[in-house]
């Protein structure tokens, strides 16, 4: 790496090893480390959300939302970057409950997942319904009122690489 004219881009992203246990406090700490260490963009991965679904900030988690924890990485020099499952839905969001008829049922009616191969009860949206609108509402609203400058996000339900193989 040393000997390219163009050095790649740098990212941190949270998800290993923390996976969902991250916070405001860790975040903080990691986003000092990375910038230290030469990193350019910075994800959060999963686990700021309340659920997969309704994609409100778990305020337990981060107490003073987003805004200035990506404020914090853009003053280290960072891009902060975001985490989405963008076809996901937990039964229990209020999404879910309020608009059943936008996600993905087996042949028998029966409300499914086509993320993940273990049944965690998360549902796959259907992107041909009012989840399309949806979604990008929430995406617009994450960027805009959190400074936020990318999102990563994940389009496993799509494809359902979790679940079938090639």
Known sequence: LSELKEKPTFVYNTWNPFKKEINEKLIM??????????????????GWQDNYGDWGIDKKKFPNGL???????KSLGMK????????????????YS??????????????????????DGVRSACFSTGWKNYI???LLKLALENGLEYMKLDFAVVTSAYVFDN
């Open 67 to 73: 805004k200035p924890v990506f404020d914090y990485i």
């Open 136 to 138: 990008r509402d929430i």
């Open 80 to 95: 902060p970057g975001l985490w989405v499952s963008v076809g996901s839905a937990s039964p229990e969001s209020k999404v």
């Open 29 to 46: 700490e990691l986003a000092k480390a990375a910038a230290d260490a030469g990193m350019k963009e910075f994800i959060i991965d999963d």
């Open 98 to 119: 309020q608009h059943p008829e936008w996600f993905v049922r087996d042949k028998n009616g029966k409300y499914g997942s086509i993320h993940t191969e273990f049944d």
